[in-house]
């Protein structure tokens, strides 16, 4: 294959071009983060789901129309010598934004500490961390609280998305007296995705299916085959499993409380091909910026 002399010029110009924003913006933002949020000692505390997929929704805007717009004006010309379409900003900021995601992702549990207690009463007496395997525990069942919450998502909002919180309150032993309310609690989130189309008679027949199934799977749920548990960060889901402590109590619910959702992999596969992900973003990436270069190039 015979590529134009001035189309590998081009291209030569376009791979740092790209490469500098690309891997910048993961740099910079996963720096601010760790400074902000996920050192030892936090700045402040925002909801995970804004860093790992709002934040790198439009944080791209940055690179994509102060950087790389104005060059792309330059390179990606017609026959004519006309600006073709917005399609090279679209690929970059698409792009960028997928790499962003999976890098919080990484960020979040690569940097996160998993801590070995005895019971959960040792939580207490330890700064707390991301993970933790419990020894030995026991769900009281007698006491539980639930709540559901909904989410739109899809084009034109067409998916309805279920999700339902339950949550038990954890102890040391089975035979343990319950003398104080209890602060750590184990979380179960059951999630049903259906088309948000349909009657809101037809929704809530369909809600109402999936609830009762969620409690028959709740009546024989095995709490003890675990690996570990991720106490939940600031988030949609460690919001709504409040909710559901709170119905429980039948009271407001602080940061005393701690949830703790189990994880039944282990935490060496938690970050497997996550690496290989963000690299395969920024290939595919450039191979379609390449591609909208050999189209039309002057």
Not at 38 to 64: N, R, S, T
Not at 74 to 97: D, F, M, Q, S
Not at 140 to 145: K, Q, T, V
Request: with cysteine.
């Amino acid at each position: 294959m015979r590529f134009n002399r001035y189309y590998l010029l081009k291209l030569k110009y376009l791979l740092p071009l790209y490469s500098i924003p690309a891997w910048g913006s993961v740099l910079v933002l996963g720096v601010l983060r760790w400074w902000l949020f996920l050192g030892k000692y936090p700045i402040v505390e925002m909801d995970e789901d804004i860093w790992q997929y709002w934040i790198p929704a439009f944080f791209p805007a940055i690179p994509v129309l102060v950087w790389l717009k104005p060059r792309f004006n330059r390179l990606y010309v017609g026959k004519n010598g006309k600006r073709r379409h917005e399609l090279p900003e679209a690929i970059a900021w698409l792009t960028i934004a997928l790499m962003l995601i999976f890098s919080q992702h990484y960020l979040t549990t690569s940097t996160a500490i998993l801590l070995e207690v005895e019971n959960v009463k040792e939580i207490g007496k330890q700064p707390r961390t991301r993970y933790y395997r419990i020894k030995s525990f026991a769900v009281h069942r007698p006491i539980g609280g639930v709540y559901y919450a909904f989410r739109t998502s899809g084009k034109f909002n067409g998916q309805l998305n279920m999700h339902i919180f339950f949550a038990h309150p954890i102890l040391t032993h089975k035979r343990q007296p319950i003398t104080m309310t209890p602060l750590y609690w184990y979380g179960v989130k059951f999630h049903k995705q259906i088309g948000n189309l349909s009657s809101n008679a037809t929704k809530q027949q369909k809600f109402e299916k999936f609830f009762r199934e969620c409690v028959a799977k709740m009546e024989n749920y095995d709490f003890y085959h675990i690996d570990h548990f991720e106490h939940k960060p600031a988030s949609f889901d460690r919001k709504n499993f409040r909710l559901a402590v709170g119905n429980a109590l039948h009271k407001r619910i602080n940061n005393d409380f701690m949830i703790l959702q189990p994880v039944f992999k282990s935490p060496e596969s938690r970050n497997a091909g996550m690496f290989a992900w963000i690299l395969g973003t920024f290939l595919v990436g450039a191979a379609g910026l390449a591609l909208g270069l050999k189209s039309g190039h002057r």
